[in-house]
């Protein structure tokens, strides 16, 4: 391209500040012509590639979505069985601290009043045992001398119930140290094992679907880049002079340029996403995993309570203890287990959906792998690229990336790094204007900051744009040059044909370099 634009001098090449923006009036046809059917060639590679992106992105985007679902439904499902765990714990040790309770009321024979009625509160029991330690306090003398003989005749009928008696405080003590030991240690473990889990799930699940989110917001951008190149070609070709309307004109290699950092952006993200989304999984796994093993730990230890409370009652408790001892695993195996159910899941989605299977939960392989977009500077479209420094009326001097387009474009990229000098390759300070890639964490999720997120663009948009067709160039010294630029006015000076000039000076760092710019906008 460069070769096209330092062409002959003959008389049908017009200076740049002859030529149209579009370069439709006063160019050499055949240059037009080829440069023509160079972006029409460039335009059908465009849309093929767009097109193999959209239906791989499609794919990869269900499958992952169906793998994360399943995960989330295992995490709800974790949660569901810990926190009723945890009911049956503490449930069990309030009803064994009750039976206790009732037992020991037994005990002291102050559990039912006369009428066989089971006692509410304290005031009325220790009522009900104050009178039953001595039955005949009111009797006179001649019935306590009776009451003498009913009393030996009582202990010795008491004492029929000795066993019994003591057994029932005996029976409420070992239910209330086993109510107690359940309730601090049992229930007390596994609630902080779903607070760890609930705390550790919630960030994940979080952090998960801010990452699907946020693919598919690449998608969306790269879509919207995409229409915008569009808009250009159809702008480029006719609908820019239209007669009712001023359109402000749009240079096809910055919207190129902009669907094709777009893509390497969106494939980075989807890089950097897919991984830490990979990672979650197996972080998902994992956990579930550790929690089964521990949860089962704890309701062996549960079941031994019982199976040691209820020690005459052996038959119930050996079957609880030894389906949950028959379940014993190694890590692998409940490894395997766990995989079983996520794939279980994941097919069952599946086959709700209509989606085929599409290789493991990271997506299946790009099928256009062959095929890879280039660098916007290496574009066809690009004339010259260069580090500069610019300023204009009552301005200080701004280092710049220059970018001269095909199309009798100058476009000013302003650069706010210190490592960026005039000698800097013109790649490197491209390469700063390309936005930062943010890591995905749940602390950068909860601030809100995401990739693609307002404004991602907004380093690769021009800050300057000057039309050369409208502009003329002029030598300052031998490192400085000028480009004036006529500008329509509007409003009121509109219609009385005022124009006005737009100056920018710039700067390079060798006369070499500025010849050549001199040189090139001349010929």
Excluded at 280 to 298: D, H, S, Y
Aim: proline share 3%; net charge neutral; glycine share 6%.
């Amino acid at each position: 391209m460069n070769k096209q634009v330092l062409g002959s001098k003959s008389a049908v090449h017009r200076p740049w500040s002859q030529r149209s923006p579009s370069g439709s009036s006063g160019s050499n046809p055949g240059n037009n012509s080829n440069n023509k059917n160079a972006q029409q060639e460039l335009y059908s590679k465009l849309r093929e590639y767009e097109g193999r992106r959209r239906l791989a992105y499609a794919n990869k985007m269900d499958s992952i979505s169906l793998y994360w679902k399943s995960y989330c439904d295992l995490l709800g499902a974790a949660l569901k069985e810990t926190t009723r765990a945890q009911r049956v714990v503490l449930g069990t040790a309030h009803a064994y601290m009750m039976y206790a309770e009732a037992m020991k009321s037994i005990f002291e024979d102050n559990f039912l009043d006369e009428k066989g009625n089971v006692t509410t509160n304290q005031k009325q029991k220790d009522k009900i045992s104050a009178s039953r330690k001595n039955p005949f306090k009111n009797s006179n003398n001649g019935e306590a001398k009776n009451g003498d003989a009913a009393t030996t005749s009582a202990k010795d009928a008491v004492s029929v119930l000795k066993e019994i008696r003591e057994a029932q405080g005996e029976l409420a003590s070992q239910f209330q140290e086993s109510s107690k030991n359940m309730d601090e240690e049992i229930a007390a473990a596994i609630g902080s094992l779903l607070d760890t889990i609930q705390d550790s799930y919630v960030k994940i699940e979080q952090l998960g679907s801010s990452i699907l989110l946020e693919l598919e917001k690449t998608e969306q951008e790269v879509t919207q880049a995409w229409d915008a190149y569009l808009d250009s070609k159809s702008t480029t070709n006719g609908s820019i002079n239209s007669p009712t309307k001023e359109v402000k004109p749009v240079d096809p290699w910055v919207v190129e340029m902009q669907y094709r950092v777009a893509v390497a952006y969106q494939n980075l993200a989807w890089e950097k996403g897919n991984e830490v989304l990979t990672n979650l999984l197996a972080k998902v796994k994992e956990e579930e995993i550790t929690r089964r093993m521990n949860l089962r730990e704890f309701l062996v230890a549960f079941a031994q309570r019982q199976q040691r409370l209820f020690l005459t009652l052996p038959g119930i408790q050996n079957r609880v203890l030894e389906d949950l001892v028959g379940k014993e695993m190694s890590r692998e195996e409940m490894d395997t287990a766990v995989q079983a159910i996520i794939e279980e899941r994941a097919s069952k989605y599946k086959k709700s959906t209509g989606v085929a299977k599409n290789g493991a939960a990271s997506g299946g392989q790009d099928d256009f792998a062959d095929f890879h977009l280039e660098s916007p500077l290496s574009s066809d479209l690009l004339s010259k690229a260069k580090v500069v420094l610019r300023k204009g009326v009552n301005m200080d001097w701004t280092v710049c990336l220059a970018v001269m387009t095909a199309d009798s474009y100058l476009h000013m990229f302003d650069l706010d790094d210190p490592q960026i000098t005039l000698s800097s390759p013109p790649e490197i300070a491209f390469r700063r204007l390309s936005p930062t890639l943010i890591e995905h964490s749940y602390e950068n999720q909860m601030l809100g900051k995401m990739n693609f997120g307002r404004g991602w663009s907004d380093p690769l948009t021009p800050t300057e744009s000057l039309i050369l067709g409208k502009s003329k160039v002029k030598r300052v010294d031998e490192t400085s040059f000028e480009l004036t630029e006529s500008l329509v006015t509007t409003g009121a000076s509109k219609f009385m044909g005022k124009t006005s000039n737009r100056r920018i000076w710039f700067q390079t760092s060798t006369k070499e370099e500025a010849d050549d710019w001199v040189q090139i906008l001349t010929a």
